[in-house]
């Protein structure tokens, strides 16, 4: 029976840009595929702030840009993130699998956290994430009930909350 494990990646395994993910995860995907090798199923789970942050960002300026665009919320970001990294890693462990005659099928798959709303996480939001802010973008941010932190000599930056997950059981 093969033996199972879960690995979990973080960002010192992903990156914070583009191309430091694209490096990140070619060096990754080495000792991933090790673990093929030695005869390991593996799901992989990952971090994904910095890749939130950057879409994030980069759906905001886009508004800004084209004035009747709809920004995406912060859980379809998330899901573009997942798609993303998920990608990345998906094929840069097929390429070092089959560069070792490997031939096994990597799949991604996105999900959904399920978090309980009460969870104290939202009443003091402290993850901070998205694009330097000037005062007036900070006020229109809170105007629609979302929360800001300033940064002082940056400006102002999104603050989210960070919940602890609902396990749901059947």
């Known amino acids: 029976m093969k033996k199972k494990v879960v690995v979990s990646l973080g960002h010192q395994a992903l990156g914070y840009t583009t191309l430091e993910q694209r490096d990140a995860v070619k060096i990754t995907s080495k000792a991933l595929a090790d673990l093929v090798e030695a005869d390991y199923q593996l799901t992989i789970t990952h971090s994904n702030g910095p890749q939130i942050s950057m879409i994030h960002k980069a759906m905001t300026e886009l508004r800004r840009v084209y004035i ?21 890693i ?9 560069n070792r005659g490997i031939s096994k ?17 939202f009443y003091e939001p402290a993850k901070i994430i998205g694009r330097y802010m000037s005062k007036d973008d900070a006020e229109i941010e809170l105007k629609k009930g979302n929360y800001v932190a300033e940064e002082p000599g940056k400006g102002f930056r999104r603050v989210v909350a960070r919940p602890n997950q609902l396990i749901l059981s059947k």
Do not use: F, H, K
Request: with cysteine; glycine share 4%.
């Open 68 to 88: 009747d665009y709809t920004p995406a919320p912060m859980c379809v970001c998330s899901a573009m993130s997942q798609g993303y990294v998920g990608y990345d």
């Open 105 to 121: 099928t990597v799949s991604t798959i996105l999900t959904q956290v399920t978090v309980n709303p009460y969870d104290e996480a």
């Open 90 to 98: 998906q094929n840069s462990l097929r390429a070092e699998l089959l």
